[in-house]
């Protein structure tokens, strides 16, 4: 917002001398407008990224008929599902049903006040940031439990209730994977969590006290997926069991407001990740993080944000479901113990070394970038044996 | 066992139900009840009480139509079946009036049946497989199979211009003979099959953790139930019995050919479970590749013969019945075919269908299961509505 003061008043002069509720009002719409049509838009890419990505994994081509390589068949999805009929069934209670989607996208698009983007490229610098991400980020339950209730439908119902639980769950160790980060940056401020991770790849909350943090990571990672019903935690929506879950019953322009709503969470949750433990806006090294005048840090947040995103449908189109009891097996009984060791191990730790081990500097990040070379390497030599079989097959 | 099949689990009242039930019409439009099965559910949260099967949503009165329709005219109706195998039921129903009026096809002609059957069974437990693994929440295998099993339906449309419902095996032959070529090309698609698709499916869906852990443990059906319930092919064979009419009572020369029963062995749980059954097919894939490895090799060695030569000018079998059975990819497929003697349509056709019995052990399969489970469970019983309702 300060930032937003200052560019308005250094471009139009005659700002300076208007009253402060003018610049009040301005310094609060522009970045919500700004934030509004890349959240409300983002999906657009995510849906194309999603269907592409799952083609290729399954041997097809995805869409191709609309626009150059398909890429206009979401935009067409998206103004379909505009001008779709919104069909009201009988026996829905239709104030609810018409609320429950709108708490949904408000739950998911709340989060985006907080997210930095750069240095000053910030919405608002809330102190509690994280507290209030993971409070509003969790008021889409509201949403999804109405959306169920109102319905009228026995499977919106039980995805309902499932979400619920499911969210309710995951939320704890989520919110306690958080904390490790907390306790080491001393401060709730997203702002003040990125800045601590300042200085390159080393420095990044990831790599911290090896290997815990990786621990805190993936159970971050874990519970985030879980609470953006992805698979393998989708089982509110899942296709197979409940047909479509909590939204049996939209059509229309109500459908697509779950749909952009799962999306967004989806970007939430990446990015999050990545300010909480990959250094937000900090590139890998410091001499990257600008091409001289223009700051890079919104690029490599979302750099960082749409690399989780992609292992998320990744993880989609690879694992399948679980069941409902198994699912609160994963949250109980693995990854909430997991958390609560690492909270108070790291929190002992903080005090001892508050900035890692000392060792962390040189241990930390190569082992986890030769483990993600064997990862990619591995991928390399799979699809090059491939090609390479399909050669020979077809030879 | 029997004993634990009382009336009370699949009738009941809704003023009987407790106030923390609910009564939940599973199909007959749903995703995962594999074609127009309804299930009615009482649940208790999560938890399935008891289910009851509603069928007949796509009944055609087949065995009525056969009545009405001379003896080669009910082959397309027997295509409509099990629409998924269409090559299977066909043959049971040409050995079957081939058998009652004594005719003897040749050994080429022979051996064109086993490749057609061994490949449609490729191409149902692809779809079996595939299936399965989509209802348990893995999407990406079911459509590495369906790509594999569009190969085969190539094959077909090369072979006799129909991709699904074939009309291929004739009373005394087939309708059309190989193409010029087949043995290259059914040869390139097995080279990938075992190659690719089956190694793929092995790591990517059956060897999952998530995918043992939801499959299991689940619709274990122990031998008794198995047998006392006329369970057949791969759903017996998941329980661990070795029953397989390939090789029991071999017909089209299946004696011949050297391959392996597939039997569940209970890896991951007890045996007979879910995971059980669906394993069964997917290994029976790779025994009907080596069979069809052998056939190949055996059509190019066999003189070739005119398809159609036995084919008779008018079938008229004389006075007679006739129960024939074949090892169709689901099961035992059963014909059972009364003739008069007096005119060209059949007096009696009554078929003995595998998946009419393998849904009857489901209710007993489905109680105090999960909501999850009971889709778990459809799948692995691998049921097509059209063979059930006929």
């Known amino acids: 917002m300060e930032f937003t003061y200052g560019l308005l008043t250094g471009l139009i002069p005659g700002l300076a001398g208007a009253p402060s509720w003018v610049l009040v009002a301005l310094g609060g719409l522009i970045p919500a407008f700004i934030t509004f049509n890349f959240v409300g838009l983002g999906p657009i890419i995510y849906v194309y990224a999603e269907r592409k990505i799952s083609a290729f994994m399954q041997d097809r081509l995805g869409p191709m008929r609309v626009g150059p390589y398909g890429l206009l068949q979401t935009i067409a999805d998206a103004i379909k599902l505009l001008f779709k009929e919104a069909i009201f069934p009988a026996g829905v209670d239709k104030l609810l049903f018409l609320v429950a989607p709108i708490i949904v996208v408000t739950g998911s698009f709340l989060p985006f006040v907080v997210i930095p983007w750069g240095a000053r490229l910030q919405a608002v610098d809330l102190n509690v940031g994280v507290f209030y991400v993971s409070a509003v980020s969790s008021l889409a339950t509201v949403g999804l439990i109405m959306a169920g209730w109102a319905s009228d439908n026995k499977y919106a119902l039980f995805g309902a209730m499932r979400s619920a639980a499911q969210i309710v769950s995951y939320e704890i160790p989520s919110v306690m994977a958080l904390l490790t980060v907390v306790m080491m940056a001393g401060s709730l401020s997203l702002q003040d969590i990125v800045r601590g991770q300042a200085g390159g790849l080393q420095n990044w909350y990831l790599f911290r006290y090896f290997p815990l943090m990786p621990i805190a990571f993936l159970t971050f990672f874990t519970a985030g997926l879980a609470e953006c019903n992805r698979t393998p935690f989708d089982i509110p929506e899942a296709e197979s069991e409940l047909v479509a879950g909590f939204h049996t019953e939209y059509s229309g322009f109500f459908f697509a407001m779950f749909f952009l709503a799962e999306y967004t969470e989806m970007f939430v949750i990446s990015s999050v990740a990545s300010v909480l433990f990959l250094g937000g806006f900090h590139a890998p090294h410091p001499s990257l993080q600008a091409i001289g005048a223009l700051g890079l840090g919104w690029f490599w947040l979302l750099l960082k944000a749409w690399f989780l995103i992609f292992v998320m449908m990744w993880l989609r189109w690879t694992l399948p479901r679980l069941r409902v009891d198994q699912l609160m097996h994963v949250a109980w009984k693995v990854l909430l113990p997991i958390s609560f060791v690492l909270v108070v191990v790291v929190g002992g730790l903080v005090l001892k070394w508050p900035a890692g081990f000392p060792w962390d500097r040189w241990v930390g990040w190569p082992i986890t970038l030769v483990l993600m070379g064997f990862l990619i390497v591995g991928m390399i030599r799979a699809i090059s044996w491939s090609r390479r079989r399909t050669e020979e097959l077809l030879a | ?390």
């Open chain 2, 1 to 390: 066992m029997a004993s634990e099949h009382r009336a009370a689990d699949y009738a009941w009242d809704v003023g009987e139900i407790d106030t923390d039930e609910m009564i939940l019409n599973m199909g007959p439009q749903h995703p995962a009840t594999h074609g127009v099965l309804r299930i009615e559910l009482r649940t208790d949260g999560e938890v399935v009480k008891a289910a009851r099967p509603h069928i007949g949503y796509l009944h055609r009165c087949f065995e009525k139509h056969a009545e009405n329709v001379d003896y080669p005219g009910v082959i397309p109706y027997t295509d409509r079946m099990d629409y998924v195998a269409s090559m299977g039921n066909s043959l049971g129903y040409a050995l079957a009036v081939e058998k009652l009026m004594g005719i003897e096809v040749s050994p080429y002609v022979q051996i064109i049946r086993v490749i057609v059957a061994e490949l449609q069974r490729i191409a149902s437990h692809c779809v079996a497989v595939g299936t399965y693994g989509m209802d348990i929440g893995a999407f990406t295998p079911f459509l590495h199979l369906l790509r594999d099993r569009e190969k085969i339906l190539d094959l077909f449309e090369w072979t006799c211009g129909a991709r699904l419902l074939y009309n291929y095996n004739w009373v005394g032959g087939v309708s059309h003979d190989l193409p010029e070529g087949f043995p290259r090309a059914c040869r390139d698609f097995l080279r990938e099959f075992d190659a690719i698709t089956f190694p793929e499916l092995m790591e990517l869906l059956i060897g999952n953790k998530i995918f043992v852990k939801r499959t299991a443990n689940i619709g274990v059906c122990p031998v008794p139930l198995a047998v006392s319930f006329d369970l057949t092919g791969p759903n017996l064979r998941g329980s661990g019995v070795p029953r397989d009419l390939r090789k029991d009572a071999p017909y089209c020369g299946y004696q011949n050919y050297d391959f392996a029963v597939c039997l569940g062995k209970g890896d991951y749980g007890p045996t007979g479970s879910c995971f059980d059954r669906n394993l069964v097919r997917a290994r029976e894939m790779a025994e009907s590749s080596k069979i069809l490895h052998q056939a190949v090799e055996a059509l190019e060695k066999t003189e070739k013969t005119d398809v159609h030569e036995k084919v008779p000018k008018r079938v008229k079998p004389a006075a007679g019945e006739i129960y024939f059975r074949t090892e169709a990819p689901r099961g035992q497929l059963g014909y059972y075919i009364v003739a008069d003697g007096t005119g060209v349509n059949p007096y009696r056709v009554k078929v003995k269908s595998p998946c009419f019995t393998a849904m009857s052990v489901f209710h007993i399969l489905a109680r105090g299961m999960m909501i999850a489970d009971i889709i778990a469970l459809i799948g692995s019983l691998d049921i097509v509505l059209g063979e059930i309702d006929r």
